[in-house]
């Protein structure tokens, strides 16, 4: 997904928590949205970095044996609420906390009787 100028890769966890990534991977920029979901990670089709949710560096299956690149990377994540089906990343500053989402009368989920045919 394309989101205010950012490319973002959103997956589920097992949990049915929503991740939101930059779409491009932090070692030679390929889209991880080509990648594939491996529980709660994502792993990058290109070199097979593995990635965890908050977008720490698991796994460098490329790189040799005493290669320190795995602690060296990052993947940009994003902070993602989810309200009435509605998915918010919040793209601010790395490390930035977002702030609340306001109580629109949206969020909450209608009563079933308004919906109803007679």
């Known amino acids: 997904r394309r989101i205010a ?3 973002l890769v959103l997956y589920r966890r097992p949990d049915a928590a929503v991740v939101a990534m930059e779409d491009r991977c932090c070692h030679r ?3 991880l949205s080509l ?3 491996e529980g709660d990670s994502i792993r990058c089709m290109y070199h097979g970095m593995k990635f965890a949710p908050d977008g720490r560096c698991l796994e460098t299956p490329a790189e040799p044996m ?3 690149l795995c602690s060296r990377v990052r993947q940009r994540s994003y902070p993602v609420q989810v309200r009435a089906g509605v998915v918010f990343a919040w793209l601010g500053p790395e490390g930035s906390v977002p702030p609340p989402l306001p109580g629109f ?4 989920a209608p009563d079933s009787h308004v919906f109803a045919f007679k």
Not at 105 to 108: A, E, L, N, Q, R
């Open 35 to 37: 990648g594939r979901k």
């Open 66 to 68: 005493g290669s320190t």
């Open 29 to 31: 920029h390929a889209p």
């Open 5 to 7: 100028g950012e490319s």
């Open 105 to 108: 009368h949206c969020f909450p």
